[in-house]
């Protein structure tokens, strides 16, 4: 090879880092500062564009302006959606209040627990070294006997609080902090909530001047590009709702069954199954947590709290909905997307680690966009799967390799 060309190649190399470099960098930035504070606009022009077929059919079957059709529309949405919010939210406030009673009302089993979880500890250490053993003994029953101790305090704590004043100042410190910065946030929130509302009625209004603005700016073939990525950004959107809304949905039935069953066999004595079973599958949506963080500390505590057969149906039913899903969801989410479980990891840990809880979901979304626009040529960002410039080099190589050993034979013959 020729230094030129090497040169040429180091170059073409440092200027296409610094390229992708560039375009990451943007991206953090964008997500970090900008996101939220465009995220009204952004959400406005996207209720706009959903709403462009309803009015356009509107004002084409009645006389009304194309403006106050569009305001209409808006208002009928926001309508909907507050209404829906309240409705849902009271209920979801109610269950959750009744349930959280509930559980503290099953507090008193937690000193059961740690006894039972303390000699089931010993028991594991009986075989061991006489030294080993002791120690370690020595160690479970000092745990024990501090955790003990704690909950006793907590409990008298409690106790005395709603016996002499009704309510101890102290303990609710922390709650009222954290209530005083909630209710600083408050305003903004109505401000970038109005501000959304008001961007959504002029972008709905003015949604082909705004496009056609956006158009002129372009040229003929990055206006068919920027469509194809429209289509395809929202193809791959509903792709993934549908996707992980069909998982949710089928968890929410597994647990909705499993949890019913117990409890007509008598297994299972409470109750807020609909609520335990949505909670089960939103948390069963993330890969990082799955429904074992819920279930598998549940059956624990019930195995060590003398609920064994409450512990067992509970492990059976985690077994059931994490074999089914092993099945189901490479189906669902492979065959909708085609994103290796790998990608989707490595996008929600740097999506977490990068813009917190939001970044989880974020990031991974916008890789699968990305994979998509780079599937359909939009994007290059890396050599596709069964292209001519990435099977060409393979091949070149592979025949000069060959080459290469005929030769070696021929010259060993020769010797």
Not at 384 to 398: K, Y
Request: hydrophobic fraction near 55%; proline fraction near 4%.
């Amino acid at each position: 090879m020729q230094p030129a060309s090497v040169t040429e190649k180091h170059r073409s190399v440092l200027i296409n880092f610094f390229y992708y470099a560039l375009i990451l960098g943007a991206a953090y930035l964008f997500l970090r500062f900008a996101f939220w504070p465009l995220f009204p606009f952004l959400m406005a022009f996207f209720v706009a564009m959903l709403l462009q077929k309803p009015v356009k059919f509107i004002t084409k079957k009645t006389p009304l302006k194309r403006g106050f059709v569009s305001v209409i529309c808006v208002l009928l949405i926001l309508a909907i959606v507050l209404s829906l919010v309240i409705l849902l939210g009271t209920t979801a406030f109610t269950k959750v209040k009744d349930f959280i009673t509930d559980l503290v009302a099953n507090f008193e089993s937690v000193p059961n627990f740690i006894q039972q979880a303390e000699k089931w500890l010993i028991g594991l250490t009986v075989r061991l070294p006489a030294s080993i053993r002791t120690a370690l003994q020595n160690n479970i029953e000092n745990l024990a006997d501090n955790l003990l101790a704690s909950f006793s305090d907590t409990e008298q704590q409690l106790a005395q609080s709603t016996t002499d004043t009704g309510f101890d100042l102290s303990m609710l410190k922390t709650p009222l902090t954290g209530v005083i910065s909630t209710a600083s946030k408050v305003p903004n929130f109505l401000v970038a909530f109005i501000v959304a509302v008001i961007a959504c009625c002029f972008m709905t209004v003015d949604y082909k001047r705004i496009t056609n603005f956006i158009m002129r700016q372009l040229s003929p073939a990055r206006r068919t590009a920027l469509l194809r990525t429209k289509t395809l950004t929202l193809n791959t959107l509903a792709k993934m709702a549908k996707a992980y809304g069909l998982i949710m949905l089928i968890t929410f039935t597994e647990l909705m069954l499993g949890l019913g069953l117990l409890k007509l066999i008598g297994i299972y004595k409470g109750g807020y199954l609909p609520l335990i079973a949505m909670i089960v599958a939103i948390v069963d949506i993330l890969p990082i947590l799955g429904s074992g963080t819920i279930l598998i500390p549940w059956a624990v505590i019930s195995l060590f709290t003398g609920r064994v057969a409450l512990g067992v149906g509970l492990f059976v039913v985690y077994i059931i909905i994490s074999v089914l899903r092993q099945f189901i969801e490479p189906r669902l989410v492979a065959g909708q997307l085609g994103l290796p479980p790998i990608a989707t990891l490595v996008g929600m840990y740097f999506g977490l680690k990068l813009f917190s809880i939001i970044g989880m979901f974020i990031v991974p979304i916008t890789i699968n966009i990305l994979k998509v626009l780079n599937d359909e040529g939009i994007l290059h960002l890396w050599k596709r799967e069964g292209s001519a410039q990435a099977a060409q080099p393979l091949e070149l190589r592979s025949f000069k390799i060959k080459l290469n050993r005929k030769e070696e034979k021929k010259n060993e013959q020769n010797h």
